[in-house]
Nanobody, 124 residues
Framework: QVQLVESGGGLVQAGDSLRLSCAASGRTFSNDAMGWFRQPPGKEREFVTTISWSGGTTNYADSVKGRFTISRDNIKNTVYLQMNSLKPEDTAVYYC?????????????????WGQGTQVTVSS
């Protein structure tokens, strides 16, 4: 019954921007941390960014710091990922995740719910 559904992916050129959305249903996550992870083709899933329950604390992977911004709207039960200055190495399936704790974690095993993923492809 609990679902996380990502949207907003697509094919863009290097230097372009995308905004991903993750809509949660089945329960509210207003007291829980959220995060974004990605899986490049042929590689393991990796940490991108996390946000705490109230949005006051965020963390980013070094590879996206300064280019990506995570935010959340607890009224809408939705988390967002704004991606600017996209690079070909950003190409991956992007996954939204929810953790039943107030603070986020970069550890993929710390999350309890996952979305189905949305494809982001960046051409050079």
């Amino acid at each position: 019954q609990v679902q996380l559904v990502e949207s907003g992916g697509g094919l863009v050129q290097a230097g372009d921007s995308l905004r991903l959305s993750c809509a949660a249903s089945g329960r509210t996550f207003s007291n829980d941390a959220m995060g974004w992870f990605r899986q490049p083709p042929g590689k393991e899933r990796e940490f991108v960014t996390t946000i705490s329950w109230s949005g006051g604390t965020t963390n980013y992977a070094d590879s996206v710091k300064g280019r990506f911004t995570i935010s959340r709207d607890n009224i809408k039960n939705t988390v967002y990922l704004q991606m600017n200055s996209l690079k070909p190495e950003d190409t991956a399936v992007y996954y939204c995740a929810a953790r039943l704790a107030r603070l986020g974690s970069a550890n993929i095993n710390a999350y309890d719910y996952w979305g189905q993923g949305t494809q982001v492809t960046v051409s050079s």
